[in-house]
């Protein structure tokens, strides 16, 4: 056991190093200085409080709410259209359209951010929250095929022909086996996905036009050292709900292997 | 209605119900990705007008992205970051893998896994933002350092520079790193390593022998998830990078919201792309021995 | 098969060809199945067996000819509106239903009142044995439990023709054995036409009234098992079916019913035409004879038939059985024969020489 010793200790060293930023966070959103150095400078909630009078924030967080929700809906219903035609049929051009929308996983979002706002501005879509969603739909659309794909491989296509054999028509058998058997995978893909668009950065920042999102909101702060502060505590707050919903995505992703009777391979990606 | 026919029209339905489950998710894609791509590429032809882009067909962009100084100097720096990020990202993701797939018990991979992924899901501008609390001049690493005496005074090496921007990123896209090529440890068969082990290998040259090659794709797959990104990558270099950090993504930003030069900013994003699809596809072509028994 | 001159057709081939693009899964099939039979559809992975089950589902078309039920051409008609119900190789159990909403499904669009309902699906996991299991959680059975509840959820709809898509193949030996007496009681007891696909020829032999051996897309031979295991039509399908000693053969002359052959080990023979099967074949004529149609001749035994000389080449002891390779005299080639190990029979060592029996009516020629 002394070679997994060894790796046990480098693999716990590299937790540190990830999770070296996020342990930072409370210790600054509690710290009783506006300049975020060592040493500290002793204990304080006021940055918290401050947090909940800044009515620009509370605008950000609304833009952000809508956005997510918006995003998470529409990008797990077109994955479930993807996930599910890629693992039941056979078509042509499979293999490039399959490519083609999982494409925003890898290319630098800047680059897909750009591309979208030269369209949408010449097309004269104003910019505004719905070309932000569109932007986070892209983005988060491959995320959601990747789990639901998942979900759908997992479903014994036997299933299915037991119940069109049992007398129920396509469309019953949707509603009566398949949606039932990858529900926990529409649930996961929900909330990772919300997560994603809770806290993307780049889309935002070029297609919102005027109206900021939570993400942007925190940037321009960035400029502002006195405001830093209050950026710890708010990130403590995201860093707490992310794991939270993280943690339900990640139960809902267990038990949704668990009740098709698969085995689990791992993380979400 | 003939048989035949009949029959031809199930084998019909097959590709005709994929195409139109798939036709929603697709119609959006060709829209919001591929018209715009395709959009960028066209504009990185054209001449920038004060009111409008000027639509003469013109190499004057790419040109221009390719000798002025400043350019080429942005593009190699984003493609050195992206590269040395890569290679840490990598060296440093494999013995994390290779610990939760062949030393962590198969009950408690995945709580490994979750704790390894948890960092990536929260707030990117914030973790990014703490680098520089993390590396700035009364950061944690001055103050530490300073504390145990092993330095007079604070680095400054290692903020606003391209080192910072490399520690953020590498730091950013670990869990990219560690999961392609754990998910192909995972699919090595232990009797593999058996086999080698009973050839009279040693287990160092077992895992020469055997696991790497069979990781290899994992590997390749976590180079390209790393390198392909980070090139493009915009709030790390904005927030750490200081002057002499800033990379390609900066220079669109730049071009697009700052100057409104579109076909320029268009140029430049798809050198960067050109550039970076050169890259993947010799990376791809000096493995592809590795590549050829996967899928 | 003067058995089932009463009864009726339940299904039948019309001449079926699949194809799926250019591979021919299923070459011309025209056959009959009876009303009440247990049928069965024998042969190697990949010989159409499984395609033909389900093109009765519904599951597959079919390229061209035509599949009836019970009279009506299927063409067309979806699965969900069809006399059949399915077992399927794994089960198919809906994980996320209990074991009773599992037998219950197929009843939804069923106007009987919830009460009645009920009361069917008690009766129905009844019948498989597995009364009170109802409220169980599906993911929560073995093996057995789910081919049982498959079953019931199948039969409680009344089906004209139960399909049987391997559903023995994912237990254990004696698991197996068990569901093959209870299969056959079962069809006994609900009286519908059972169609199984295997590839396990022992399990055909044992549970089927017919048999259709398939190779490669089409039906090599139909009959039922007794014939097929006597009298296989070919090489082939003697090969597939248990095993099968041959030997080289010359016919001399076929006239009135008679057939004159020359065989390696056993001499020239007259045999019945109808011993005589297969098709031309340019290897030349062999003829064929199971193990145990063999019989060693131990001191003062004496054959009913014929008697031949031979050298024992390899033992196997099995328990219960051995089997001996031997040769005799006359032939190069080794052949098998098996002798059950009754109280006092003695295990003859390799290199002795025995006398051994046989009988002309136990074999079968090969052209």
Redesign the interface.
Known sequence: MM??GW??V??LG??I??????V??PI?AFNDAA?????LAGFTTKWFTQLFDEPALRGALANSLIIAVSASVLST???I??S???T?????F?GG??G??M??????????A??????LL?IGVPLSLFTVI??H??VC?PFS?AILSAAFQALDGSLEEAAYDLGETPISTFRLIILPLVMPGIISSLLITF?ISL?E??MAF?LAGTEATL?VY??SQ?RFPQA?PV??AL?TL??LS??LL?SIA?YFR?RGIAKTGGK?????? | MT??A??SR??GS??????A??????T???L??????A??FI?SFMTDGYLEIIRDFTFANYVEAWTKELYRVIMLRSLGVSLAVTAATVL?AF??A???S??VDASR??L????????F???????V???K??L?????VN?GLLGIGLIDEPLTFILYNVNSVVITLA?AY???AI??I??AL?KIDRSFLEAGRDLGES?FMTFLRVTLPLAMPGVISAV??VF??T?????TPQ?VGGPEGQMV?NL??LQ??KLDN?PM??AL?VT??GI?TAFSLLFLFLNRRYLKGAK | MTFSAEKSNMIEFKDVH??YGDYHALRGITATIKAGEFFSLLGPSGCGKTTLLRTIAGFE??????VMIDGKNM??VPANKRPTNMVFQSYAIFPHLTVAENVGFGLRKDPRSAAEKAKAVTEALEMVGLKGFGNRAAHALSGGQRQRVALARALILKPKVLLLDEPLSALDKKMREQMQVELIKLQRQVGITFILVTHDQEEALVMSDRIAVMFEGEIAQLADPETLYRRPNSRKVADFIGTMNFLPAKILSEADGKVEIDAQGFGPITLNAEQVSGAASSTGASVGFRPETLTILFDGQTAPDRESMAVVEEVVYYGDMTYYDIKLDGSDQPIRLSMRNVFGRPVLDIGTRTRVAWAPGALVVFR
């Open positions: 070679k997994g790796f046990r480098y693999t590299y937790l190093f990830l999770y070296a930023p996020i930072l966070l600054f300049v975020i150095a060592f040493p219903t077109l994955g259209f993807a599910r035609a890629t039941r049929y056979k078509f042509p499979k359209i399959m083609m929308i494409l925003p996983l890898v290319l630098p979002e800047i680059i897909l750009v591309a979208l706002l030269v369209v010449g569109l932007g739909v892209l659309t095929i997560t806290d950065f780049i070029f993400p925190i940037f960035f830093v950026i710890m990130g995201l860093v992310s794991i993280l990640e267990r689990d391979t791992g993380g979400f990606l | 048989k035949s009949g029959a199930f084998r097959e590709a005709a119900n994929g195409l489950m798939i036709s929603p998710t697709a959006f894609a060709l919001l990705l591929a018209a715009p791509l959009t960028i504009y440093l013995p994390v290779y610990f939760v062949f030393h991979k995945s490994w896994l979750f704790l390894i992924t948890i960092p899901w929260t707030s990117y501008l914030i973790r933002f703490l680098w609390v993390i700035g001049y009364n950061g944690v103050s730091h670990a869990p990219f999961l392609p754990f998910v995972e287990p390209l998830i392909i990104p090139v493009g990558d915009y709030v927030l993504a669109i930003q697009y919201l579109y900013g268009s994003a960067a792309m970076v | 699949k194809y078309g079919i390229s061209s000819g035509a063409e067309g």
